[in-house]
């Protein structure tokens, strides 16, 4: 028996003990903080110079085993550690949103000049027969505007190859919305929602912009127990006349979507987009039997599009939640 390499698996086998250890004290912690990369990644540079040392050696035994041993419960850390990161920014994503200078600075998003989109009101009049609603569809939910936009009509002039529902409501604000989504529309079980609220909340917002982040944090955490899978836009408030309070509320919204990792969708460039460039693309799709969803982007390109040529035009209204 070699004892000097008995006593080298010894040592291994001390210093590798405590490993599974933390790895399973770090995965029940479920955040990073007290972990150190540098320090792992040190370790198992350690580990693998002397697998190299052995292998340069020909010391193929027990002892090589042992090492290729630790250095699996030591990379093991690195994993549980990467995981624990990313519950950490979902942590301080939903705890503590921070509004920075650049947000501000940068609420309007810009969006690619388009033809305009022309359609007559006339053309949906006729509200289609109430049927029974499905889960996993589409949902609008905003305000009194909102309420207006004929989603079934246009949904099939479009060809879209899945369920939407307007499921907006006078006077809905952000302290509201969590409460109106339980009772109204959380037992479809959406699979994507476009939210288009805030007007009812502007005096909320002067007067406690952090009650407002939280309230449609909440909104939104909501969304996700329902479907963790839903995918979720957020609606800027129109600001025609480029109020400060409206400008900021609106890059409030922006930082929640991307804290949030949901679509933030400016309404600044309504009146340019044009919906009509999307049809022959739509039929197409449609007709060849492809089942993509839509963007939730193009979605609402086409529902505000024909929101501010029908009924912005036609009352003193804005498109606001």
Not at 117 to 128: A, G, M, V
Not at 139 to 149: F, H, N, T
């Amino acid at each position: 028996m070699n004892f000097a390499h008995l006593f080298e698996a010894a040592m291994l086998v001390c210093f590798g003990f405590s490993w599974p250890l933390n790895v399973m004290k770090a995965y029940r912690a479920r955040t990073a903080k007290g972990t150190s990369l540098p320090f792992i990644i040190l370790i198992i540079t350690g580990y693998v110079a002397g697998i190299t040392a052995k292998i340069i050696n020909g010391q193929f035994n027990y002892v090589l085993a042992v090492y290729f041993l630790n250095l699996a419960i030591v990379m093991t850390n690195v994993f549980v550690y990467i995981r624990n990161k990313a519950l950490d920014k979902k942590v301080e994503a939903k705890n503590s949103l921070k509004i920075t200078a650049n947000d501000i600075k940068n609420v309007v998003e810009k969006e690619e000049t388009m033809m305009n989109y022309t359609n007559s009101l006339d053309e949906y009049i006729h509200k289609p027969a109430v049927t029974a609603e499905k889960k996993n569809a589409v949902i609008l939910m905003g305000g009194s505007v909102d309420r207006e936009i004929p989603v079934s009509n246009l949904a099939k002039e479009f060809n879209f190859n899945f369920d939407i529902y307007n499921k907006s409501a006078a006077k809905l604000s952000v302290a509201n919305a969590n409460d109106y989504f339980q009772k109204n529309i959380a037992s479809l079980e959406p699979e994507g929602i476009l939210l288009h609220i805030g007007e009812s909340d502007i005096q909320l917002f002067k007067s406690d912009s952090t009650a407002f982040d939280r309230n449609y944090l909440n909104l939104i955490e909501s969304i996700k127990n329902c479907n963790k899978n839903c995918r979720i836009a957020l609606v800027s408030i129109e600001n025609p006349a480029n109020d400060k309070s409206v400008n900021l509320m609106n890059a409030h919204i922006k930082a929640i979507a991307a804290a949030e990792k949901a679509n933030f969708i400016s309404l600044e460039n309504a009146r340019l987009w044009n919906p009509e460039a999307t049809k022959t693309s739509s039929a197409f799709a449609y007709n060849m039997g492809l089942k993509i969803r839509k963007p939730l982007r193009d979605v609402a390109e086409i529902l505000y599009s024909w929101a501010f040529h029908n009924i912005k035009s036609n009352t003193t209204e804005t498109l606001v939640g």
